[in-house]
């Protein structure tokens, strides 16, 4: 993040202003002002709204200044995680789901035929080739699976897990078993953990609930004094990898390929599953309600979500009563929307692509035409204005981010005390993928819902007023008839 002191500096270039001349419109002291300039000085809170004025800001130069003025007082591994979980979206939203232009040839030998009599492999020229040659003869058996203790700091084992997911060819089970980090204050927010679970998200999202990773504490700090620490279980073999994974020891007895899958398992009874799956739309509405506190709602998602104003009556309308499982998705949809209209905080960010598609739908992007009906014109209209009415007064945070920033096959709900919860929505391109994916861990927990809270005061993201006359301007516009 741009410092605060850059940032005025930059303002005052392109106002044309000198030092001198902001000194005396505003009133702020010149020496004070130039320390701040130069970064030796907090500026007060209470001269930063006489610069604001007289600087004549843009709403959006303005909350850029605010979001890099309050950035001064926080730790810096709050900026850094609310950093890091921002690049993970963004390439989220990035993410290529297109088939690939080719696919990978076939073998050109076995496993025995490029290992020979080797055990030993050494540089990452001989070990890339061969976990993948492990990975490959794998995935021909019917019941594939693969046991890892690999961190997801590896790129290499990742980067090929995510690979093989994305472009269809990776039907194994695979468990994962990651060492968080158990240093630091239990108050902070631990980087090492964060980026861990950034790099396994993706894999999670594309595996179609085929990867189930597991986590304990440990104290990573300490160096490793196995030469091998980490390892890699097939039906076939067993590898163990150095640290830095350009080593790698293979074993194929079944005497050793058994102990590696017992030990295996003897360590997942003493880890905790750091996911939980679930493609049941009854159950994933549950889990909406799981992720959402007593008195505040925190939700990212492409559409805005309306929940404040579905009563009784708006739930039996649009709700598809020939489901075989209608009562009771219509009793959890009752009961998450109930909390919704009464919760203290309400937060929903979303970004006008998405606002358009319901404007012009009137479809749910997290619940398809086949369990919700879509709303009618007049319906959409009043929801609109009524979001737009609360964004006004307060009552609800809504805000349009700027497109690119969250994935638009995604949803996500946060919360202080109860977990988060990744949906994927109609537009998530492996449709037979669906799925909830929610997590517990306190940490992550707290950098994620930081994220989301700080949302608001972005520069990226739209201003109240603004968000509410994109709002309006869609309500008013005309609307297509649905049939």
């Known amino acids: ?23 005396r419109l505003s009133g702020v002291e010149r020496t004070a002002l130039s320390k701040t300039l130069t970064g030796q000085r907090v500026l007060p809170y209470a001269a930063l709204d006489d610069l604001i004025y007289h600087l004549r ?22 900026r850094q995680s609310r950093e890091i979980v921002g690049r993970l979206f963004s390439n989220l939203a990035r993410l290529d789901f297109v088939a690939p232009a080719f696919e990978e040839s076939r073998l050109l030998l076995d496993l025995d035929g490029y290992a020979g009599p080797r055990s030993i492999f050494s540089g990452a020229s001989n070990v890339h080739p ?38 269809g060819r990776m039907g194994a089970q695979v468990r994962q078993i990651i060492a968080f980090d158990a240093s630091g204050a239990a108050e902070d927010i631990n980087l090492h953990n964060l980026e861990c679970f950034c790099r396994i998200l993706p894999i999670c999202l594309l595996s179609k609930r085929n990867y189930h990773p597991y986590y304990y504490y440990d104290s990573i700090a300490a160096r490793y004094t196995d030469p091998f620490p980490y390892f890699l279980v097939t039906h076939s073999c ?86 075989p499982f209608y009562d009771r998705l219509e009793a959890v949809a009752q009961k998450r929307f109930s909390r919704l209209r009464t ?20 479809s749910l992007d997290d619940f398809p035409v086949a369990f919700v009906a ?17 964004i006004r007064s307060g009552d609800i945070t809504g805000r349009i981010l700027e497109s690119g920033a969250f994935p638009d096959y995604l949803s996500m709900t946060t919360s202080r005390r ?60 005309e609307m297509p008839c649905t049939t």
């Open 238 to 323: 067993a590898v163990c990898l150095s640290e830095d994974g350009s080593q790698a020891m293979l074993l194929r007895g079944t005497d050793q390929v058994e102990q590696y899958h017992r030990h295996f398992q003897s360590l997942l009874e003493r880890c905790r599953p750091l996911t939980q799956y679930t493609a049941d739309p009854v159950e994933i509405l549950e889990s909406y309600d799981a992720s959402t506190d007593e008195d505040g709602f925190y939700m990212v998602m492409d559409q805005p979500c309306f929940g404040r104003f579905y009563d009784e009556a708006t739930i039996g309308r649009y709700l598809r009563s020939e489901l």
């Open 418 to 477: 109860s977990g988060i919860g990744f949906f994927t929505t109609e537009r998530f391109p492996l449709q037979d993928g669906f799925c909830s994916i929610q997590i517990r861990e306190p940490n992550l927990c707290r950098a994620f819902h930081g994220w989301v809270i700080h949302l608001p005061n972005d520069p990226q993201v739209l201003s109240a007023q603004e968000t509410a006359e994109v709002l309006e301007q869609l309500a008013r516009s």
């Open 130 to 167: 061969l976990l993948r040659m492990i990975l490959s003869q794998e995935l021909t058996r019917p019941d594939a699976r693969v046991e890892l203790t690999v961190p997801p700091t590896d790129i290499f084992l990742n980067d090929e897990l995510l690979r093989r997911y994305l472009d």
């Open 374 to 390: 879509p709303f009618p014109p007049e319906q959409r209209r009043q929801l609109m204005l009524a979001l737009a009415g609360h």
């Open 57 to 78: 800001l843009t709403p959006g130069e303005e909350r850029r200044l605010r979001s890099y003025y309050d950035a001064q007082f926080e730790k810096d591994g709050l």
């Open 343 to 362: 919760t203290e905080q309400f937060y929903t960010l979303f970004t006008r692509s998405g606002l358009e598609r319901f404007q012009a739908s009137g």
């Open 1 to 23: 993040m741009q410092l605060f002191s850059q940032y005025l500096r930059d303002l005052l270039q392109a106002k044309g202003l000198t030092v001198s001349a902001l000194s």
